[in-house]
């Protein structure tokens, strides 16, 4: 896989003042990367390097955590010698990562026991209906405010230590289990030889074990899924001024402290500076992800949405959010590319959506795993509806961009009832928010304002900011907020006689994707 190694501004004669930078280490579902930023929020450098999606059958995703590392120092290393950094220089490291993917190490030797089973893999549908059978999703989905799916880890983590049995009883005593943050963290700070094994609140809270009230791993949710707590990592903060450990295994961070863990889509809230409740940022990548802050209250979803934890900063309160996560929104787009040759690249389907004013009737509901987020319909597949031979191909590009737009309007619907609060602008990410197109149909399903920051790396800049935080290289979220300037804001053209007719066109398209699959086969 390739990695490339980019820098962005040179930093000050004589590798900059001591301590006046910051590294964010962003290890994500196809991709690692580490960037660094100064005092101003301006990044310096970053390096990037993807690793292997590992596929064994249809609908196991599967990740290998050796390679995961590997890539990890190896980007730390190109991103410091591209900014002419050392370590001294970095007044503290922040780490973010993709959030439910699981695995389980041996602590003697570092070994992992398998890959890591991804957030995507959806092996445990038996498991998660088996929880339904047996009444317990009532307690799972009021105690860890996440309803039973596969897309979380605590069924993850149960099928490997079923599939690992042998290998666990052969490291009794040594095994530990956790999301990719905990691995990181661990490997950063030792491994083997003293590594630190915890996880921060946000991640814990995509787990199905953690109790979202006491922010504790839950006894009972621990007996559901039959699951031994010596395995699991110490829940801590999302921030610490001390550190949550201190990087020993890399040469160019050694001494540097990790300041900051946070799941990625929390630290894309951070990055957009959603830090007051009612603020809201959607994240498009491979899918979607919409985080509303709901400050210090735990709202409990009626509306088919996760109840999370947003941050903690070290002696604060904790805040939390609402999500709703969305399966297929930007992969759609591959698919057209990739399956359906609609498309040589990727951004030719804004140019290919913009030759028609709309899709003239037709829907595409692209549920190719089922839906999430509000639906959580494992039986839906993948619809279009409403062609007629008038159709061509740039209608059906058309289509997959609205597709992209109306999926996010479900979720902030879902937001508004939950909450209570109307949303007043949509704080957008990702890389599919620079096709403008796509940008202006959602302004224009939403009825809001749509407005995206100069940095697209939100993630990792929202990692840094908290990392900064915690040591005082920025005082506040204040003096954070008045970094981030230079917005390009998308403005509602529709009335609301042309949304209210496309959104019921939308409904009626998601209704004949429901009920395709029987549950016998709602993993394939």
Not at 143 to 165: E, N, V
Not at 381 to 400: K, N, P, Q, S, Y
Not at 435 to 443: D, F, G, K, S, T
């Given at each position: 896989m390739g990695t490339q190694a980019i820098p962005a501004a040179a930093p000050s004669p004589g590798g900059g003042r001591p301590g006046r930078y910051v590294g964010a280490l962003d290890q994500g579902t196809t991709s690692t990367r580490f960037m660094v930023f100064d005092s101003a929020g301006r990044e310096v450098a970053r390096a990037q390097a993807e690793h292997a999606q590992v596929l064994p059958r249809p609908g196991w995703v599967e990740h290998r955590p050796e390679e995961i590392w590997e890539r990890t120092r190896e980007v730390i290393a190109r991103?410091?010698?591209?900014?002419?950094?050392?370590?001294?220089?970095?007044?503290?490291?922040?780490?973010?990562?993709?959030?439910?993917?699981?695995?389980?190490?041996?602590?003697?030797?570092?070994?992992p026991l398998g890959n890591a089973l991804v957030w995507q893999d959806t092996r445990t549908q038996p498991l998660i209906d088996d929880i339904g059978r047996r009444g317990l999703a009532?307690?799972?989905?009021?105690?860890?405010?996440?309803?039973?799916?596969?897309?979380?880890?605590?069924?993850?983590?149960?099928?490997?230590?079923?599939?690992?049995?042998?290998?666990?009883?052969?490291?009794?005593?040594?095994?530990?289990?956790?999301?990719?943050?905990?691995?990181?963290?661990?490997?950063l700070t030792g491994g083997p030889d003293g590594g630190v094994h915890v996880t921060d609140v946000t991640n814990a809270s995509r787990t199905?074990?953690?109790?979202?009230?006491?922010?504790?791993?839950?006894?009972?949710?621990?007996?559901?899924?039959?699951?031994?707590?010596?395995?699991?990592?110490?829940?801590?903060?999302?921030?610490?001024?001390?550190?949550?450990?201190?990087v020993r295994t890399v040469p160019e961070l050694a001494g540097v402290p990790v300041t900051a863990v946070l799941g990625d889509q929390q630290a894309a809230m951070v990055g957009q500076t959603c830090f007051a409740p009612g603020e809201a940022k959607n994240t498009y990548g491979t899918g979607n992800f919409l985080l509303l802050n709901t400050g210090k209250e735990a709202v409990r979803s009626g509306a088919g949405l996760l109840t999370t934890v947003c941050y903690r900063f070290a002696g604060e309160d904790p805040v939390y959010a609402l999500e709703g996560s969305i399966a297929v929104t930007g992969s759609a787009v591959q698919w057209l590319r990739d399956r359906m040759r609609l498309i040589d690249e990727a951004a030719q389907i804004e140019e290919l959506a913009?030759?028609?004013?709309?899709?003239?009737?037709?829907?595409?509901?692209?549920?190719?795993?089922?839906?999430?987020?509000?639906?959580?319909?494992?039986?839906?597949?993948?619809?279009?509806?409403?062609?007629?031979?008038?159709?061509?191909?740039?209608?059906?590009?058309?289509?997959?961009?609205?597709?992209?737009?109306?999926?996010?309007?479900?979720?902030?619907?879902?937001?508004?009832?939950?909450?209570?609060?109307r949303l007043e602008v949509l704080r957008v990410d990702g890389g599919v928010t620079a096709?403008?197109?796509?940008?202006?149909?959602?302004?224009d399903v939403l009825g809001v304002p749509v407005q995206r920051p100069p940095v697209a790396e939100t993630t990792a800049l929202g990692a840094a900011y908290a990392a900064g935080l915690a040591v005082g290289l920025w005082p506040d979220t204040d003096a954070v907020r008045a970094l981030a300037d230079g917005h390009r804001t998308w403005h509602p053209g529709w009335d609301s006689g042309t949304r209210a007719r496309a959104r019921e066109g939308w409904r009626r398209a998601v209704s004949r994707s429901l009920g395709w699959i029987g549950e016998e086969t709602a993993t394939a």
């Open positions: 991103a410091m010698a591209a900014a002419g950094l050392r370590a001294g220089d970095l007044a503290a490291v922040g780490l973010t990562n993709q959030r439910e993917t699981t695995l389980l190490w041996d602590r003697r030797t570092g070994r009532d307690l799972v989905r009021r105690r860890s405010g996440l309803p039973p799916a596969t897309y979380f880890s605590a069924g993850k983590l149960r099928w490997l230590l079923d599939a690992h049995a042998d290998e666990v009883r052969a490291a009794a005593g040594n095994v530990l289990a956790g999301t990719v943050d905990s691995w990181l963290l661990w490997q199905m074990l953690m109790d979202i009230d006491t922010l504790e791993w839950d006894p009972q949710l621990l007996d559901v899924f039959a699951i031994d707590r010596a395995l699991l990592p110490r829940i801590v903060d999302s921030t610490d001024p001390a550190g949550h450990g201190t913009a030759a028609v004013e709309d899709s003239a009737g037709a829907y595409f509901v692209p549920a190719f795993s089922g839906l999430f987020a509000p639906y959580w319909r494992p039986d839906a597949r993948g619809t279009i509806v409403g062609l007629a031979h008038f159709h061509g191909r740039e209608h059906l590009a058309r289509a997959t961009l609205d597709s992209i737009c109306h999926q996010s309007a479900d979720v902030a619907a879902a937001m508004e009832a939950d909450s209570g609060v096709n403008e197109l796509c940008m202006q149909i959602q302004a």
